[in-house]
């Protein structure tokens, strides 16, 4: 008795959860013309096919025929695999003058999604059909021998191809996950390029924050601090050495996360001190001067297991400090007018 009431409720309140007409009555003598429409479904094999759909619509309505060489509307139904297991399912309903609306489902289930949207395609294409849903035989047995007035009462159409009618209830859009916090750091190898006059090789060790979202707008803020150095530069008119300890902090508002892997986008700022020696030459020295960079950067990061993280960077921007350096009278070097850096590294993150 229980599920009778809940099949006919669910009959009853259909039209109004899916925003279609509700039909209370109709006279004996208004019935209907035929309704035609194209029908294009897109499912996997083992879910539901089109001859499936069109035989579910059939049995709640005789009215709805599906044929694509006589006009009427295009109804294309798409069914997807959904969260935890059930299936999401949308209706696009084009008219022949070009204008459209679509409707979106979630079921327990893919049968059940593929009833809900038999369901919807009969109530638009046949109002009368909310009253041709076949009732359990429980709700049958309580019924009056004869129908009510201004009421049709049609024979019980056969069952769909499943063998069962089940009430799916159209849910609503899932709410966004909750933003997350998430610390981490690690330590890298990392190789600059324009401070020196070659590449500068180093190590590096980051600390980050971040609010992770549903969205792509998820901050994050990583300090990276960094010591490179070389040393043997063979020069004219002497041995140079160079040496950079720099930090660099990079804000992130943009974040694309993929399974394991994830990306950043960030501004990028560099400040540091770049220190020269000079050897084998008449007049040994050293000079340290400030060094800065202002622009972008790309992190990216793969989980290797819940906490431990491989993380990478490219990034470059324009070298705001220029000094020259030069075994007297001849320049052998000035810095570069633009920076870049690449690290790639190992590194930790909670919870």
Not at 101 to 111: E, G, K, L, Q, W
Request: glycine share 8%.
């Amino acid at each position: 008795m229980r599920s009778a009431r809940v099949i006919s409720v669910w009959a009853a309140l259909a039209p109004q959860l899916l925003g279609l007409p509700r039909v209370l009555g109709v006279a004996a003598a208004a019935e209907p013309a035929a309704a035609n429409a194209r029908l294009e479904v897109q499912a996997l094999p083992d879910c539901t096919t089109r001859e499936e759909l069109a035989a579910r619509v059939a049995a709640r309505s005789r009215r709805i025929h599906f044929d694509d060489e006589k006009p009427g509307p295009t109804l294309r139904v798409n069914i997807v695999p959904g969260p935890r297991g059930r299936a999401v399912g949308e209706l696009q309903i084009v008219e022949p003058n070009g204008k459209s609306s679509t409707r979106r489902i979630s079921a327990p289930s893919c049968a059940e999604a593929t009833d809900a949207l038999a369901l919807i395609i009969a109530l638009t294409l046949d109002p009368t059909a909310a009253t041709t849903v076949p009732a359990p035989a429980a709700l049958r047995a309580m019924s009056p021998s004869r129908p009510a007035a201004n009421t049709v009462t049609p024979a019980p159409p056969a069952p769909p191809p499943s063998g069962k009618t089940s009430a799916v209830v159209v849910a609503a859009p899932q709410p966004p996950a909750p933003a997350r916090t998430r610390f981490g750091g690690g330590v890298g190898a990392e190789v600059l390029s324009g401070p020196a006059p070659g590449a500068l090789p180093g190590v590096s060790l980051y600390l980050m924050a971040a609010l992770d979202r549903a969205s792509p707008w998820s901050p994050a803020a990583i300090v990276r601090g960094t010591h490179a150095f070389t040393s043997g530069l063979l020069e004219s008119g002497g041995t140079a050495a160079f040496s950079l300890d720099a930090l660099t902090l990079d804000a992130c508002v943009l974040r694309l996360a993929v399974s394991a892997f994830e990306g950043r986008a960030c501004a990028s700022g560099l400040y540091g001190r770049l220190a020269a020696t000079g050897s084998e030459t008449y007049s040994p020295a050293a000079a340290a001067r400030p060094y800065a960079a202002l622009g972008g950067s790309l992190i990216f990061s793969a989980a290797l297991s819940r906490m431990l993280e491989l993380s990478g960077r490219l990034g470059g921007g324009a070298s705001l400090v220029r000094d020259s350096f030069a075994f007297s009278p001849a320049v052998f070097h000035r810095t570069a007018a633009a920076t870049f850096a690449a690290s790639l590294g190992i590194g930790v993150r909670f919870p």
